[in-house]
T-cell receptor, first 113, second 112 residues
Framework: KNQVEQSPQSLIILEGKNCTLQ??????????LRWYKQDTGRGPVSLTI?????NTKSNGRYTATLDADTKQSSLHITASQLSDSASYIC????????????FGRGTSLIVHP | ETGVTQTPRHLVMGMTNKKSLKCEQH?????MYWYKQSAKKPLELMFVYSLEERVENNSVPSRFSPECPNSSHLFLHLHTLQPEDSALYLC???????????FGQGTRLTVV
């Protein structure tokens, strides 16, 4: 069964600090992995998308990494801001079969001033 | 804004009511989706409409009925819901089935 596990479940950091969120998956065969940011009361917004051949991709202060061999991804947030407080969701899509993406439960990040 | 608009933003309904959720996308996409988001759970795919096919999650009860009159509009008709159906219902669209999904703001549904 395809699964996506995210850790930690929640995280509290001080403004200006860095943090790293983890995503482990069992989805196979693999097509792509996306990180979404979801602010409270809003829909998710895509941050990055990574395919099998990509190891790292940045979007401003967000940097995602992918290790397709170990089936792990991380999202690193640099110099956190209060507006980074949100849920971060990892989504992995298969390349065959039903093509239906599998969503993680998300990591809830709170940035304190 | 993401180009995907959902109405209403909030809805409270009794178990005997009938209501509909509406979604409209202005992105020229050809695939639209309904997702359910419950507290502490991953997003759950409910329905997909695209040129290729309609996909249904077989675990979705029949009290949820989708309608897609064209590629820009998607509805979710609700009837005789249960309290456990209370959740955030998200609409999304993409270019091509399973392309990058652009989500609406969601409808917060409370069933009393």
């Amino acid at each position: 069964k395809n699964q996506v596990e995210q850790s930690p479940q929640s995280l509290i950091i001080l403004e200006g600090k860095n943090c790293t969120l983890q995503c482990n998956y069992t989805v196979s065969p693999f097509s792509n992995l996306r990180w979404y940011k979801q602010d409270t009361g809003r829909g998710p917004v895509s941050l990055t998308i990574m395919t099998f051949s990509e190891n790292t991709k940045s979007n401003g202060r967000y940097t995602a990494t992918l290790d397709a061999d170990t089936k792990q991804s991380s999202l690193h947030i640099t110099a956190s801001q209060l507006s980074d407080s949100a849920s971060y969701i990892c989504v992995v899509s298969p390349s065959g079969g039903s093509y239906i993406p599998t969503f993680g439960r998300g990591t809830s990040l709170i940035v304190h001033p | 804004e993401t180009g995907v608009t959902q109405t209403p933003r909030h809805l409270v309904m009794g178990m005997t009511n009938k209501k509909s959720l509406k979604c409209e996308q202005h992105l020229g996409h050809n695939a639209m989706y309904w997702y359910k988001q419950s507290a502490k759970k991953p997003l759950e795919l409910m329905f997909v409409y695209s040129l290729e096919e309609r996909v249904e999650n077989n675990s979705v009860p029949s009290r949820f009925s989708p309608e897609c009159p064209n590629s820009s509009h998607l509805f979710l008709h609700l009837h005789t819901l249960q309290p456990e159906d209370s959740a955030l219902y998200l609409c999304a669209s993409s270019h091509g089935q399973w392309g990058e999904a652009f989500f609406g703001q969601g409808t917060r549904l409370t069933v009393v």
